[in-house]
């Protein structure tokens, strides 16, 4: 018996959720389903290059006999699946960071390895380091740990060590300085790759402060032009002699080159931290569906390189496109990134115009979606900026969908 | 190049990880992979019961067309699958608690809804409400979030709310009671249901305090003697007249009826309480793997009610084996519980016998694992208690197993 006229009860919640805000883009995730909006809002790759065959085959090899069953389907370590941390671990050996499977833990996905790293490092107050703009849900998830947001600039120089720890010390009694957070290739939501000496100066800055450094490689296996910077771990292993030695936290995904829906990602940093994030995966649920972790393996062992080129060309193509559409429909006061690869590029409208009304306009009147700057600044600020994703939509639909944004401009 | 003798490097960690400790059951796991240990550890569902060629039928179907595999292998909304949420809404509502979509969120299974709720509702120092002993890994999910521990006895009689708001608000500057954590059918550890008159006095009880009531249900589907009791949320849900004007926060998970290796369990709440819950999802792994939860969903659709059925009579052999052993081999000043139903029974050793001690010497000269009771209690009593899992083990290893330990005794 439901009497929808009772009074809704609600408890008493904890401090932190006054900052846990919904996201702009999982909203805009519900847009999508609308039909005739052509979207630039998620950064959602595109289901033409899912592996489905191959996927549906993998599943059916982990059930085929009742023992991989029992495996497949039951509990498991909360490390990972062997077999997986271990691919996982020669992977990062062949980019340049000499690690073993006590150096990798599986996550559900980058997302949780950024929930984990903030409930790992933050306690209320603690000061976290990011970029200006930089991804929104590494803000969401740090958020629920009540940090406190300072501002690095690597590209163009920081401040120095003394003026982020007084700034740190100055917000609570006792909050420290706790990590820098990066996307050095192909950034979300800005496109833009960190300079070699970019990345130099971040890990100078890092160990000046004695902080670890968060390195996010969403997207740097979607490299289009250009030729690969080292990874900020391997910097830093090669000058502190070994991974163990090292500060920077490594999160990596198969989310942008297999597919998301496996929610399937990992941590390579030293073993003292990988058993602390293993402890905090035993508390928070437990594994990984090892089902997935069996899939991924296989499908990573067997295909991962030729899936990474075919995504290449693919968003190549897209991101070509994107920046042929821009340059042709979009009036001259407004600039963009030119990404050398990922999903993204950044605009900078004029400063009278709002990203959040445009983007309110563009669904209405051009049929059109994307995701507003403002959310992506811990700061608040950003409001004329937008973010554009070109991995969804096709070609023709950049190209139609830049030209019905710019009518609006 | 790694020097092994470089010094290892450690962040400053979060204040909490103080709080943060390694699982007993989780380090069993791996016990378990020790040829010839008879396991009564890990509150492992048996994988004879897994749904193996079921399942790949699911997994296939998922993956069958572009469009299908297009949503199986994507991102997606953080509430969950649609039509998981509607079956899980129907199920609940065929339970006695009258539930839409809008008032579940699919989560990582119930390890995942522990944490979420911790992190929903504590503050650093609040107080957390449960049972001595009560399940360990809540425990380790709630402890991230720092509370104090205090106890309830909803059978026996619990104290007086102003002495818990008293005690709560003695440990810390506005501190807190925060909510009561329960597991009412066949509890981990002791395999101990919650009599109908217990229920109300924990309902009376939240009441009177103003807070809401975890419900546990994780074993509830798997009674082999006597008749259920109505659930704690259908209790106040028809005292309250509606799931949104409700208190109580229920837990599934199909983890112990069909397979925990899809890592699938929901929140039933009130839709206030789901909103909050569904950000807290967003920025902690944004969703639940999607083929998992197709999969789940018709696994489910198709074949629940018959697999229950079945795993009834299979742990209800395995129940009737434990009892049969524990009375032939165990010496006189021992006692045990008789669940009706779940996958435990709970061990009370004379005073001088230290469970962690005798599991040493159980694994070493008797070949049988299981789990010392300090674990499950907050308080850091219970250490001449230990946990027997009946689950997992053959009915031939159950009786050899015990035979073996009660050597020891």
Do not use: M, Q, V
């Given at each position: 018996m439901a009497h929808h006229d009772d009074p809704a009860w609600e408890p008493a919640y904890a401090r932190r959720s006054e900052c846990m805000k919904a996201s702009e883009i999982r909203e805009l995730l519900k847009i999508l389903?609308?039909?005739?909006i052509i979207s630039f809002a998620g950064g959602i790759p595109d289901p033409k290059l899912f592996p489905g065959p191959a996927a549906a085959k993998a599943y059916v090899d982990a059930l085929a006999t009742p023992k991989s069953t029992g495996v497949a389907l039951q509990y498991s370590v909360s490390e990972g699946y062997g077999p997986l941390t271990e691919w996982v671990a020669r992977r990062m050996t062949a980019h340049g960071v000499s690690a073993t499977p006590e150096n990798i833990v599986i996550t559900s996905g980058s997302q949780q390895a950024l929930d984990f790293l903030g409930k790992l490092l933050l306690t209320p107050g603690d000061t976290a380091l990011a970029t200006l703009p930089t991804y929104l849900g590494a803000l969401q998830a740090f958020s629920a740990y009540e940090p406190r947001y300072d501002t690095i600039n690597p590209e163009r120089g920081n401040r120095t060590p003394q003026s982020y720890r007084e700034a740190a010390s100055a917000s609570a009694p006792g909050a420290k300085v706790k990590f820098c957070y990066l996307v050095?290739?192909?950034?979300?939501?800005?496109g833009d790759t960190l300079s070699l000496d970019a990345r130099r100066r971040a890990l100078a800055l890092s160990h000046e402060l004695d902080i670890p450094i968060i390195e996010d490689s969403a997207y740097s296996a979607l490299r289009f032009d250009g030729s690969d910077e080292p990874s900020i771990q391997a910097l830093d292993v090669e000058q502190a002699g070994s991974l163990d030695a090292s500060r920077v936290i490594y999160l990596g995904t198969f989310s942008k080159t297999i597919a998301p829906g496996l929610r399937i990602g990992w941590i390579c940093a030293s073993r003292a931290i990988v058993q602390r994030l293993v402890l905090i995966k035993q508390a928070s649920d437990l594994n990984v569906s090892v089902i997935n972790q069996m899939v991924i393996h296989q499908l990573a062992s067997n295909h991962i390189d030729s899936m990474i080129a075919a995504a290449r060309l693919h968003y190549r193509k897209k991101r070509d496109a994107m920046l042929r559409a821009l340059s042709a429909h979009m009036p001259r006061n407004i600039t963009w990134t030119r990404p050398e690869g990922g999903f993204f590029t950044w605009l900078k409208l004029p400063e009278r115009v709002d990203g959040a009304k445009l983007l309110e306009r563009a669904v209405d009147e051009a049929k059109v979606a994307f995701v507003p700057g403002k959310a992506f600044h811990h700061d608040g600020s950003g409001s004329n900026r937008i973010r554009l994703s070109?991995?969804?939509?096709?070609i023709e639909e950049i190209d139609a969908g830049i030209s019905q944004l710019a009518t609006l401009l």
């Open positions: 389903e609308k039909p005739g050095p290739d192909f950034a979300n939501p800005t070109y991995s969804l939509p096709t």
